[in-house]
């Protein structure tokens, strides 16, 4: 029986068509570094406090995952009240994010129309004034 090796040409021909999906690496290449970063949560809010507070205590201890546990435990034995200002503050950096957000937008939708003097560095910009390429420079009486 000779054509038991169709098979395996079928997947070689297969192999060769396959689309190639991107690889991890180079799907986060292609976030902007310009995009305003997301705003924490009152957990996170409250972590950045207990981290401060944890290390006074225990300045010995170096383990991220002991800080994470003792903070979750924490959490969970707050009342509503006591996380109410953690929240809150969550939700003002939110309203922040959501404005830097709107604006990063906008400035995505006007493209390069208005950032035609931003692609010269401030340098450039400025060496191009010495030089007596600006109209000010013209007035010699």
Excluded: I, Q
Excluded at 20 to 25: D, H, Q
């Amino acid at each position: 029986m000779k054509g038991g090796s169709s098979k395996a040409d079928t997947k070689k021909a297969d192999s060769r068509l396959a689309v190639k999906k991107p690889t991890k690496k180079e799907a986060k290449a292609a976030k902007d570094p310009n995009k305003p970063k997301r705003p924490p949560s009152a957990f996170f809010v409250f972590m950045e406090d207990f981290r401060k507070e944890f290390k006074k205590k225990h300045p010995s201890n170096k383990s991220v995952a002991a800080v994470g546990k003792a903070g979750g435990t924490e959490w969970k034995s707050l009342s509503e009240e006591e996380k109410a200002p953690f929240a809150a503050t969550a939700a003002k950096r939110k309203k922040e994010y959501e404005l830097k957000m709107e604006a990063y937008n906008k400035k995505l939708a006007g493209g390069a129309d208005d950032d035609e003097e931003s692609d010269k560095s401030k340098s450039e910009v400025h060496d191009e004034d010495e030089d007596g390429s600006g109209e000010e420079e013209e007035d010699d009486d």
